[in-house]
């Protein structure tokens, strides 16, 4: 099928660490991205990784591909309260990856303090 | 500097009207989207143009029309609008149609759109 699919809630306490994860269908997929999306706000590009690639870390942020199991997640070190928000993966999808990104139905993250 | 900028952020109008939204971003990217995020937040592609020239049209009812005057911008003119036309919009560009290292899809702020 179509569908990339992410858990829809996850709670955390400050300081802990989150994990959000996400599986996709296409194994063409070039590029794998991570949105953020804050209350009433767009869509903030958090981080991508290239599928050829396993892992990528930047600042308190990792991402782990398995291309193997279509599995992606992102790991938030230190989780903040301004971490609350909508996460959303996508997966670049089209002949030639004409740039059509396939959107989980996002994860919403709470941070309690 | 706004990078991908829509007009209006928030419209409210009746069922039956013609409403357009517009974007436009100032990366010098060539291709621009269009995606629909209806209420249950799920989000969805519409179209996407590069250097003015559609290229994905996602099975969209034809009261939807795209129109870009040059790269830089790329409107959507709604024609009688119905209240499941309610969603946000969002805008996006990218520098080139065949993502590569580096390229990524930047989004807009969103425009909301109410149908009553």
């Known amino acids: 099928g179509e569908d990339v699919e992410q858990s829809l809630f996850l709670s955390v306490r400050e300081g802990d660490s989150s994990v959000i994860n996400c599986t996709y269908t296409?194994?063409?997929?070039?590029?794998l991205y991570w949105y953020k999306q804050e209350p009433g706000a767009g869509l903030q590009l958090l981080t991508y990784?290239?599928?050829?690639?396993d892992m990528k870390q930047d600042q308190r942020l990792t991402v782990l591909l398995n291309k193997k199991d279509k599995h992606l997640s992102l790991r938030i070190a230190d989780t903040q309260t301004g971490d609350s928000a909508i996460y959303f993966c996508?997966?670049?999808?089209?002949?030639?990856?004409?740039?059509?990104?396939?959107f989980g139905q996002g994860t919403t993250l709470q941070v309690k303090p | 500097d706004t990078a991908v900028s829509q007009t209006p952020k928030y419209l409210v109008t009746q069922m039956g009207n013609d409403k357009s939204i517009k974007c436009e971003q100032n990366?010098?990217?060539?291709?621009m989207y269009w995606y629909k995020q209806d209420s249950k937040k799920f989000l969805k592609i519409m179209f996407s143009?590069?250097?003015?020239?559609?290229?994905i049209n996602e099975t969209v009812p034809n009261r939807f029309s795209p129109k870009s005057p040059d790269k830089a911008h790329l409107n959507l003119h709604i024609n009688s609008l119905e209240l499941g036309d309610s969603a946000v919009y969002f805008c996006?560009?990218?520098?080139?149609?065949?993502?590569?290292?580096?390229?990524?899809?930047?989004f807009g702020e969103g425009s909301w759109l109410t149908v009553v």
């Open positions: 996006a560009s990218s520098s080139m149609t065949y993502l590569r290292s580096g390229n990524t899809i930047y």
């Open positions: 296409d194994s063409s997929s070039t590029y």
């Open positions: 990784i290239f599928s050829n690639m």
């Open positions: 996508a997966e670049s999808r089209g002949p030639s990856n004409t740039g059509k990104l396939i």
């Open positions: 990366l010098g990217h060539d291709t």
């Open positions: 143009y590069n250097n003015k020239e559609l290229i």
